[in-house]
T-cell receptor, first 108, second 112 residues
Framework: RKEVEQDPGPFNVPEGATVAFNCTYS??????FFWYRQDCRKEPKLLMS???SGNEDGRFTAQLNRASQYISLLIRDSKLSDSATYLC?????????FGPGTRLSVLP | EAGVAQSPRYKIIEKRQSVAFWCNPI?????LYWYQQILGQGPKLLIQ????????DSQLPKDRFSAERLKGVDSTLKIQPAKLEDSAVYLC??????????FGPGTRLTVL
């Protein structure tokens, strides 16, 4: 089993839609969790950290379920500019492990 | 604030040749990472430095890859000799301890 797995995608959704991405991790000692966004041929950039209580930043909501070793990212009211690859990142100790990413295309 | 700098941005070489990449992290960031990202995959950590010491190099193919961070600032990653499967984007990132990683623009390597 891979350390971090994500929905394979791609997700093609119309503007205004709500879309959710899932991520599972295998190491129960994982301590912190992040969602990064990567545009085509660009470097990854931090979208948001994921806290145990769940957190929201505008149209983006991240949730963590430690018991199920599962992280989610919800995007509401999708914009064309949300089209990108979303990378789930899990940290334990000094190790950061990236998932393979889920590609999102928001269509006009 | 200046970001993570990398050079070159693009490199094309033939298999069995050598290549080196350079990274200058954000000033004051103690931790520096080198990742390999193959098309369609997430970044894979090759090596992580804390100041000038290696924290994790478990996924670095040490028969052909080497990296150093002399003086705990700039870093170089070398491949010698290159193989076709080394074609990828090599990303450098830096962070202050356990905080957000900031990535450079990457070096796109093509091995022919």
């Amino acid at each position: 089993r891979k350390e971090v797995e994500q929905d394979p995608g791609p997700f093609n959704v119309p503007e205004g839609a709500t879309v959710a991405f899932n991520c599972t991790y295998s190491n129960s000692a994982s301590q912190s969790f992040f969602w990064y966004r990567q545009d085509c041929r660009k470097e990854p950039k931090l979208l948001m950290s994921v806290y145990s209580s769940g957190n929201e930043d505008g149209r983006f909501t991240a949730q963590l379920n430690r018991a199920s070793q599962y992280i989610s990212l919800l995007i509401r009211d999708s914009k064309l500019s949300d089209s990108a690859t979303y990378l789930c990142v899990v940290n334990y100790g000094q190790n950061f492990v990236f998932g393979p990413g889920t590609r999102l295309s928001v269509l006009p | 604030e200046a970001g993570v700098a990398q050079s070159p941005r693009y490199k094309i070489i033939e298999k069995r040749q050598s290549v080196a990449f350079w990274c200058n992290p954000i000033s004051g960031h103690a931790t520096l990472y080198w990742y390999q990202q193959i098309l369609g995959q997430g970044p894979k950590l090759l090596i992580q430095f804390q100041n000038n010491g290696v924290v994790d190099d478990s996924q670095l193919p040490k028969d052909r890859f080497s990296a150093e961070r002399l003086k705990g600032v700039d870093s170089t990653l070398k491949i010698q000799p290159a193989k076709l499967e080394d074609s990828a984007v090599y990303l450098c990132a830096s962070s202050s301890l356990h905080n957000e990683q900031f990535f450079g623009p990457g070096t796109r390597l093509t091995v022919l």
